[in-house]
């Protein structure tokens, strides 16, 4: 298995919304991150996990709240998120050892 | 100055012809640079990786990598309009292995 998934493929919620994003992989993958990624710009890296250790966390406000229950899992929490946190989040995965990134299809968030 | 740089274009070229991408980064520590390719509303899709100085083939596409003059670039040989998207280059952060810095993107139009 070669795919990163991640669910929901959309979603919408109000600002007051608690909701959860779902990222699985089966590579074998020991290191897992978030990214954001607005309209026409670069990824974002947000939070990086190794060995399901939060290990990089780039100043991300409380409201996004990250969770990797196992190694193959990574959830992001989000409460009280604005509307400009409306964007596309991607997950990816990679081995610890090799930096090479595989990205999952990704979320589709929209805050009204 | 930022860390990578792409020029956004768009890039057009006919059919058939060779397309080259650019990539300048100013991290002298980095060590693993990669090229994704990015349709439009999806995600980034992992096209080559190169982690030394020279030339790396596969298939149509060609990385090159010159760590004096920190540059990277992408040849699409026989370009398809199937090409057509954004390609975001990325290199590693030196100061934290995990992490991926990208550039703004450029967007290549293969015109049939």
């Known amino acids: 298995d070669t795919e990163v998934t991640q669910t929901p493929k959309h979603l919408v919620m109000g600002m007051t919304n608690k909701k959860s994003l779902k990222c699985e992989q089966h590579m074998g993958h020991r290191a897992m991150y978030w990214y954001k990624q607005k309209a026409k710009k670069p990824p974002e890296l947000m939070f990086v996990y190794s060995y399901e250790k939060l290990s990089i966390n780039e100043s991300v406000p409380s409201r996004f709240s990250p969770e990797c229950p196992n190694s193959s899992l990574l959830n992001l929490h989000l409460h009280a998120l604005q509307p400009e946190d409306s964007a596309l989040y991607l997950c990816?995965?990679?081995?610890?050892?090799?930096?090479?990134?595989?990205f999952g299809p990704g979320t589709r968030l929209t805050v009204l | 100055q930022k860390e990578v740089e792409q020029n956004s274009g768009p890039l057009s070229v006919p059919e058939g012809a060779i397309a080259s991408l650019n990539c300048t980064y100013s991290?002298?520590?980095?060590?693993?640079f990669f090229w994704y390719r990015q349709y439009s509303g999806k995600s980034p899709e992992l096209i080559m990786s190169?982690?030394?100085?020279g030339d790396k083939e596969d298939g149509r596409f060609t990385a090159q990598l010159n760590k004096a003059s920190q540059y990277v670039s992408l040849l699409i040989r026989d370009s398809q309009p199937s090409d057509s998207a954004t390609y975001l280059c990325a290199v590693n952060k030196s100061n934290s292995g995990y992490a991926l810095n990208f550039g703004k993107g450029t967007s290549l139009l293969v015109t049939p």
């Open positions: 190169i982690y030394s100085n």
């Open positions: 991290d002298r520590g980095s060590q693993s």
């Open positions: 990816a995965s990679s081995q610890v050892s090799a930096p090479s990134q595989f």
